[in-house]
């Protein structure tokens, strides 16, 4: 009977050092109660309109108007709050959300993603402006603050002005101001997402700019690189900067995670750095986007021409048409992505070998968005990605787009961070340190 749900209206509840004392919660619609029968524990977690968690002990329940006799009340522990800086659609959010910390704020300057991020999780909590202009006294005191910063200035596909003269990638520092400006209030952890051009930018220097900054602040700091295909078959390769008031240090540097142009920081003794000890983080997928790409419908206008089909064809090298070729002749139908690029000044189209997407990308500093070939059983059908791809792609499929273009998830998406790298980096770099974890964690260490 492990984890079965029902619904109730009312929890009696009576305590066990006066059991003439009764409490009476009243539930709002569709709250769950979640009973797990063999220890006798009675979660009830209060989702919508009272914001009261606990754990209940006792000997015996009833299905209707669940009433638990001779028990003890324990106060379930409060979840961690975040701050999200740069939160672009909310996929920061949605990951920490996974794990039990919720978001109380949220900043962005772009109009098109703060309409996405609204469509989401709605007005309440985002503030739509530039960073430069945010009040630090009007930020709320929160556990953790994420920023995903942004990496056109530091990216290999864009000019790479870098951190300090890039005209976006430079509001990183309006993000430190921000946290310098909270003062105590300060929030114990900061995570900083971007591309791994970072570590390289400006021969290093950049990414030491970063870490004394976080040191500046008081913050000890860890840095790693996870991969998405680890979770989702797409190829998205970020790093991670974590700074800890409190660090949890003891940890062995894993090349895997930490390669040398992250690890150097801690063989630095100018940089304050610390270690984390790490859990088994999974293998990178060889597979998968077939299974996760949408099936659209023979007639639907979004597949390309047969005159464009082969024009895509014909440009592809002698290796990659060989690949084409025998793709197009197995017996199973595979879903392939492919990147228009410039070889020797003609433009030519490549196809990927495995069946995991590329990163995705947003149409800036270079970067082309990707195509889909279906082949298989003597047949080729091609398309653009679709905004529903990207979302899957990311993690967050059941994200509402629907209100949206396709330019405008393309763009949106492929300017995220994917929603499982952010939970595993949650439970694995910062929530340990926190003395706190998900309710999840807390749940299954009390049973």
């Known amino acids: 009977m492990r984890g079965k749900t029902f619904i109730a209206d009312t929890v009696n509840l009576s305590l066990q050092n006066n059991p003439s004392q009764r409490l009476a919660l009243s539930l709002p619609s569709r709250m769950k109660i979640l009973s797990w029968e063999r220890s006798r524990w009675i979660l009830v977690r209060a989702r919508y309109a009272i914001p009261v968690t606990m754990l209940v002990k006792g000997r015996s329940r009833e299905r209707k108007g669940v009433s638990v006799k001779q028990c003890n009340i324990m106060p379930f522990p409060s979840r961690k709050t975040a701050l999200e800086f740069f939160s672009g659609i909310g996929l920061a959010r949605a990951g920490m959300q996974k794990v039990g910390v919720q978001t ?60 300090v003269e890039g005209r976006e990638s430079n509001a990183f520092f309006g993000f430190a101001d921000v946290i310098a400006g909270m003062g105590d209030r300060k929030p114990r952890a ?58 949890l240090g003891g940890g062995e540097v894993d090349s895997s995670l930490r390669p040398d ?40 206008p979004r597949w390309w021409s047969d005159e464009r089909v082969c024009a895509f064809a014909k440009s ?6 060989s690949r084409f070729d025998h793709l197009m002749k197995s017996r199973r ?26 990163c995705l990308r947003t149409a800036r500093g270079g970067s082309s968005k990707q195509a889909v070939a279906f082949l298989g059983k ?64 807390v749940l299954r260490e009390a049973l």
């Not at 801690?266 to 996760?292: I, N, Q, R, W, Y």
């Not at 879903?335 to 590329?358: K, Q």
């Not at 595993?424 to 706190?436: H, I, K």
Request: net charge negative.
């Open 378 to 441: 003597g047949k080729v059908r091609i398309r653009w990605m679709t905004g529903l791809e990207y979302a899957r792609l990311q993690g967050a499929g059941t994200f509402n787009i629907a209100q949206f273009t396709e330019s405008q998830v393309h763009y949106a998406f492929g300017d995220a961070v994917a929603v499982p790298a952010v939970s595993w980096l949650m439970r694995a770099a910062v929530l340990p340190a926190l003395g706190g974890a998900s309710d999840e964690v």
């Open 316 to 321: 592809l090298s002698e290796s990659q048409r």
């Open 333 to 358: 139908v595979v879903a392939r992505t492919a990147y228009r690029r410039t070889r020797n000044g003609v433009p030519v189209w490549e196809l990927r070998d495995d069946d995991i997407a590329g």
């Open 190 to 247: 900061l995570i900083l997402e971007n591309v791994c051009g970072l570590a390289s930018s400006h021969d290093g220097m950049d990414f030491r700019m970063v870490v004394e900054t976080f040191n500046e602040l008081g913050y000890s700091v860890d840095a790693l690189e996870l991969n998405a295909r680890r979770w989702l078959p797409q190829s998205r390769p970020r790093m991670f900067v974590v700074g800890l008031l409190n660090p």
């Open 104 to 163: 109380i704020w949220a900043n962005d300057v772009d109009e098109t993603k703060c309409a996405l991020y609204e469509a989401q999780w709605g007005s309440s909590d985002l503030v739509c402006k530039n960073v430069f202009d945010v009040d630090p006294g009007a930020v709320p005191t929160a556990d953790i603050a994420w920023a995903s910063s942004p990496c056109t200035d530091l990216s290999l596909a864009g000019k790479r002005n870098g951190l």
């Open 261 to 300: 142009k992250l690890a150097w920081i801690h063989s630095d003794e100018s940089l304050v750095t610390h270690v984390t000890p790490l859990p088994a983080f999974p293998d990178l997928k060889s597979g998968g986007f077939t299974k996760l790409a949408e099936k659209l419908p023979d007639d639907d």
